[in-house]
């Protein structure tokens, strides 16, 4: 067989999605810091503002009681966010994800900015809830009237896709600069993603470059892939087969089925390693034990390769690769 890097050209680099396996939301905060934060900014314009998040006007007064109200409120909205948040990611007899999308619903409508946007990703995708890009759409706007940068990636999501709206290229990179600008990591991947292709401008594999190393620096496995595969290629960055594999390596540690086939490419060839055809084995198949077959043409010549001994090694490897990264709850993690 002719190994050769072109014949990972097709879907090498990706943009992140909604979708199944791709990463939308990000943990951040905390119920102190969110109860706080809500209270503070309905009762600072009538009242003295909090230090922390205990009221500091004195019992009795009509701001020690709007404060109190107001705490207990978006105390109770987080709890319910949470709440979704358990039911999402602890199925069972007694849990499911209508559950989930129950939570979400009561936690949103009591203007829980990261539960509208977990409830727009549940529409987004149809999960517990028949699939509606408008209903997505509105949650999503709601929370990004809140500033949370998330939201905005995700409304660049649908402005690149036309989903809900009318496919928009320049409306995408705005929404995805904006959160970008304020550290969320999948809109970095994005907003290399559409210069790396040229949708909406002129393509620019040096901006990509940028924009995912930041992704990547920050532990976005997504950044780190593509990254690595500009490396590969020398698009954008020189030419270095040792940084792709060096950032294909994180990124599969993270348990990215794409990097996981193109270590085991580069252990197969000997491209930025040593040629180790055990090893090879091992990524590559663990890459297919989470769904990803684009990397099952190379079994056979790998098992040609191997002795029964070093094939079992593989095998097992490959099991422990795959428990690893279901550990891993970095592709559907959500807002708290």
């Excluded at 949103?108 to 539960?115: H, K, N, Q, T, V």
Aim: contains cysteine.
């Amino acid at each position: 067989m002719n190994l050769n890097t072109e014949q990972f050209r097709a879907g090498v680099r990706t943009a992140l999605f909604v979708g199944v396996g791709l990463v939308l939301l990000a943990a951040t905060g905390s119920a102190q810091q969110f109860a706080a934060k809500d209270a503070q900014d309905t009762v600072m314009s009538d009242c003295l503002p909090a230090a922390s998040h205990l009221p500091t006007n004195p019992p009795g007064t009509a701001c020690y009681s709007t404060a109190i109200a107001e705490l207990e409120d978006s105390s109770r909205a987080f709890v319910l966010n949470q709440a979704g948040i358990e039911s999402a990611l602890v199925l069972g007899p007694n849990r499911s994800i209508e559950d989930a999308r129950w939570w979400f619903q009561k936690a949103a409508a009591r203007g829980s900015g990261p539960a509208q946007v977990n409830l727009a990703v549940f529409y987004l995708n149809g999960w517990g809830v028949p699939k509606n890009y408008g209903s997505a759409l509105y949650w999503l706007k709601s929370a990004a009237a809140q500033g949370i940068p998330r939201a905005d990636t995700n409304l660049g999501i649908l402005y690149l896709n036309g989903w809900g709206v009318h496919q928009d290229y320049a409306e995408a990179r705005r929404y995805f600069q904006m959160a970008a600008e304020h550290g969320d990591s999948a809109a970095m991947v994005n907003l290399g993603y559409v210069s790396d292709e040229g949708l909406g401008a002129p393509e620019n594999k040096s901006a990509a470059a940028d924009w995912y190393r930041k992704a990547a620096d920050g532990g976005n496995p997504f950044g780190q892939n593509n990254l690595a595969d500009l490396y590969l290629r020398g698009e954008g960055v020189p030419q270095n087969d040792a940084l792709a594999f060096a950032w294909f390596q994180k990124a599969a540690d993270q348990g990215h089925t794409g990097a996981r086939i193109k270590l085991g490419f580069l252990y197969l060839t000997g491209r930025g390693v040593s040629e180790n055809a055990e090893a090879a084995c091992a990524w590559i198949l663990a890459a297919s034990l989470a769904g990803d077959h684009r990397g099952d043409e190379y079994f056979a010549p790998l098992k040609a390769k191997l002795d029964s001994a070093q094939l079992a090694r593989a095998k097992q490897r490959a099991r422990e690769l795959h428990a690893s990264s279901q550990r891993h709850i970095s592709e559907t993690a959500f807002l708290r």
